[in-house]
């Protein structure tokens, strides 16, 4: 089984920057997909950006040019660096990671961080 921890949300200004982190611990053999999703109060879950085991990324319109995914194998972590943040992008941030341990294949997701964006 492999679990997910997020952590680096919190309460920025307008304009400000965050970094997210997820660590995926476990019997872990792969990470094929790695993607980050947030949800709204009252709104849908929605993916954000997600990045592939060659390094591929691609990103939710909403936040292109503001929001870098990025990984590090090493480490078991991916993540997740917002700038130029709008209040609208207040919402809890989900990590998500599928691939395989060493029995089956696996798609984990973290508990949320909370981002705020407020003045």
């Known amino acids: 089984q492999v679990q997910l921890v997020e952590s680096g949300g919190g309460l920025v200004q307008p304009g400000g920057s965050l970094r997210l982190s997820c660590l995926a611990s476990?019997?872990?053999?792969?990470?094929?997909?790695m993607r980050w999703y947030r949800q709204g109060a009252g709104k849908q879950r929605e993916l954000v950006a997600r990045i592939t085991s060659g390094g591929t990324t691609s990103y939710a319109d909403s936040v292109k040019g503001r929001f870098t995914i990025s990984r590090d194998n090493a480490k078991n972590t991916v993540y997740l660096q917002m700038n130029s943040l709008k209040p609208e992008d207040t919402a809890v941030y989900y990590c998500?990671?599928?691939?395989?341990?060493?029995?089956?294949?696996?798609?984990?997701w973290g508990q949320g961080t909370q981002v705020t964006v407020s003045s």
């Open positions: 998500n990671v599928a691939g395989s341990d060493y029995v089956r294949r696996y798609d984990s």
């Open positions: 476990g019997s872990i053999l792969s990470m094929d997909y």
